[in-house]
Antibody, heavy 121, light 107 residues
């Protein structure tokens, strides 16, 4: 199971920080990706980025300059940091565990329940 | 970026109906296509990965097909718990992208 936690209200220009705690299994099992996805009313589901089992990070180009995804293996959790937020970053943020099949297709399951982050002064 | 277009955006249906949802990619994505079910306040759940492979624990009334640019998700006999929003997602290339969603609602 995955559970998001972090700041629910962030002021414009400040930093959004979220953590995803993974329970019921190791965070680093097999070929995996540790992924963040968000949902906004206007843009639907948007892939934010992920860290793969190789340690490589992959970010959405639209967010790359403001984004960091990191992992804390001993704590079995991973984190998202998004700098210089604006109202456009208001969304429900999901963490998810990604899996690669034999062809390299990447799919996500399970997901966390999601946490609403509002950007407002 | 690869654009994923789902149709219809909503489908009114009754229990027992056969429901088909379409997802079209803006260019060929082979079978790098996954389907998710999302209910309000709940975590999304993967139903189908790799266009046609059923995720463990998913009822057999769900099936997926297609390759290239055109894909379908079919619910053979709609059950009450299937009223939800369904999304497709491509992993052929970064950035990963999702369709806009199809809401299956009670007729």
């Amino acid at each position: 199971q995955l559970q998001e936690s972090g700041s629910g209200l962030v002021k414009p220009s400040q930093t959004l920080s979220l953590t995803c705690a993974v329970s019921g299994g190791s965070i680093i099992s097999g070929a995996y990706s540790l992924t963040w996805i968000r949902q906004t009313p206007g843009k639907g589901l948007e892939w934010i980025g992920h860290m793969s089992h190789t340690g490589a990070t992959h970010y959405n180009p639209s967010l790359q300059s403001r984004l960091t995804i990191s992992v804390d293996k001993p704590k079995n959790e991973f984190s998202l940091t998004l700098n210089s937020v604006t109202a456009a970053d208001t969304a429900v943020y999901f963490c998810a565990q990604g899996h690669y099949d034999t062809s390299g297709n990447l799919w996500f399951d399970p997901w966390g329940q999601g946490t609403l982050v509002s950007v407002s002064s | 970026d690869i654009q994923m277009t789902q149709s219809p955006s909503s489908v009114p249906a009754s229990v027992g109906d056969r429901v088909t949802i379409t997802c079209r990619a803006s260019r060929s994505i082979s079978t790098y296509l996954n389907w998710y079910q999302k209910k309000p306040g709940k975590a999304p759940q993967c139903l189908i990965y790799g266009a046609s492979n059923m995720q463990s624990g998913v009822p057999s009334r769900f099936s997926g097909s297609g390759s290239g640019t055109d894909f379908t998700l079919t619910i053979s006999s709609l059950q009450p718990e299937d009223f939800a929003t369904y999304y497709c997602q491509q992993s052929y290339t970064l950035p990963l992208t999702f369709g806009g969603g199809t809401r299956v609602e009670i007729k």
